[in-house]
């Protein structure tokens, strides 16, 4: 939302943005790219969780797509709008469009597709196929809080192991 700057969370939100990061942790472990994604009720309960899973060749396999998928199959529309994802990395443009579609809620994100787009310059790294849109330029309507800073430098590494390149200090 704010590309300058990072935004400030509470502890709970803290702690669902770091089983994220975890989960891109276990995903880069297993050679897929390092996203993870949850996502709570309005109580606060984790009801799904999943990782990036591109690997063995099927490039749609985001963990937000996949939370989309699930929540339109197990969740009510009203459930649906009253969730909440937490992701270690922003959105796609395709994942800001099915979180939209689906009518999920409010998300919550660490590192945004700026400061990933950034880093892949910095490294040499040519860019992907889909343009690295902001989710609210693809989803007008989204609630969207973040980059939060905490996490930058330990997502920039683990993009670093994922590519092969050493993650300057
Ligand atoms: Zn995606």
Known sequence: MNHDST???SATE???LRRCVDLAQEAVEAGDEPY????TDPTGTVRFE???RVKDG????HPEFAIAR???????PE??????VFTSGEHCPMCSAAHAMVGLGRIVYASSSEEVSSWYQQWGVTA????????????????????VAEFTEEIRGLHARMLGVQSPD
């Open 50 to 52: 999943d990782r990036n």
């Open 70 to 76: 699930w929540a339109a199959e197990n969740l009510s």
């Open 58 to 61: 099927d490039a749609t396999r």
């Open 7 to 9: 935004v400030s969370i």
């Open 14 to 16: 803290r702690a669902y």
């Open 79 to 84: 459930e649906r709008g009253a969730s909440v």
């Open 128 to 147: 992907g196929p889909v343009a690295p849109l902001p989710i609210q330029v693809v989803a007008t309507q989204l609630q969207v809080i973040g980059p």
């Open 36 to 39: 993870g994604s949850l996502l």
